[in-house]
C-alpha cells in the first residue's frame, strides 16, 4: 500500500523509474514503507569534503547528498532513470559535525560527548531528475540525550552497532533506543530519512502544490 500522502500523485509515481542512490538498509525500509518501487545503486562518492568551509551542518549535508546523486547518475551512465534520490545524515554537537565512527574508541568518545546533552541530528537530501532538475533539501531534528554511564556505553559499543551509524547511534535500533529522553522535530530523520518532508517535495514536485 502506498502512504496516504502520496496518493495525490500516485498516477505519476507508477510512472517513474526511481532509483536510491544509498545502500542504507534504514532509508530503503524507509521508501518501501511508502510504498514506492526503486532500485538500489549506492553512491560511490566519498564524503571527504572539509567540513570547515561551510556555514552550517544543513549546507554540508546537502552538498553531500548533491554530489552523491550526481555520483549515481553517472554510474548509471545512458540507464533510463526518472529520479535519483540521495541523502546524508550527521549529528551536530558543541559545533562539531559527528559522522560514522572510525574506531570503537572514537564512537566511546562520541556517545560520551552526547551523554546528558542536547544534539542535532541533520539530514540533507537531493531529488535529482537527471538533465532536468536538481530539488534540494533538509530536515533537522533535535534530540536529549539521558545521562549514560561507561558501562552503558562499553555494552552498546561492544554490540558493533554504533559502527555504521552518524553519531555512533541508531534511535531504532532497540539498545540506544533508551538514551533518548526526548526529541522535537521528525523521528525519521533520526533513523536517517525525512519522511514526511520527503513526502511534501514529492508532491511539489510532481503534483498539485496546496500542501
Not at 507508477?14 to 545502500?23: C, F, M, Q
Not at 571527504?48 to 552538498?63: C, E, G, I, R
Not at 537531493?126 to 533535535?142: K, M, R
Not at 532497540?174 to 533518548?180: E, I, K, P
Amino acid at each position: 500500500a502506498r502512504a496516504l500522502m502520496l496518493f495525490e500523485i500516485q498516477d505519476k509515481l507508477d510512472e517513474l523509474k526511481i532509483v536510491l542512490g544509498s545502500g542504507s538498509p534504514r532509508r530503503k525500509t524507509a521508501l518501501t514503507n511508502l510504498g514506492l518501487e526503486f532500485d538500489v545503486l549506492p553512491s560511490t562518492f566519498e564524503e571527504n569534503l572539509d567540513k570547515s568551509t561551510f556555514d552550517t551542518p544543513a549546507d554540508y549535508v546537502m552538498t553531500n547528498a548533491k554530489f552523491k546523486a550526481r555520483d549515481v547518475a553517472l554510474l548509471l551512465g545512458d540507464s533510463k532513470v526518472d529520479l535519483i534520490i540521495a541523502s546524508d545524515t550527521v549529528v551536530y554537537h558543541e559545533h562539531k559535525i559527528l559522522e560514522k565512527p572510525k574506531s570503537k574508541q572514537q564512537a566511546i568518545d562520541m556517545l560520551k560527548s552526547l551523554s546528558g546533552t542536547t544534539h542535532r541530528v541533520v539530514t540533507g537530501v537531493s531529488l535529482y531528475i537527471p538533465g532536468e532538475a536538481e530539488h534540494i533539501f533538509y530536515e533537522e531534528t533535535t534530540v536529549q540525550f539521558h545521562v549514560l554511564t561507561d558501562r552503558m556505553i562499553q555494552g552498546y559499543v561492544d554490540t558493533g552497532i554504533p559502527m555504521d551509524k552518524a553519531g555512533s547511534y541508531g534511535i531504532q535500533d532497540g539498545l540506544a533506543t533508551s538514551f533518548v529522553s526526548s526529541i522535537t522535530g521528525c523521528y525519521f530523520n533520526v533513523t536517517g530519512f525525512p519522511v514526511h518532508k520527503f513526502c511534501v517535495k514529492m508532491i511539489e514536485i510532481y503534483g498539485c502544490d496546496n500542501i
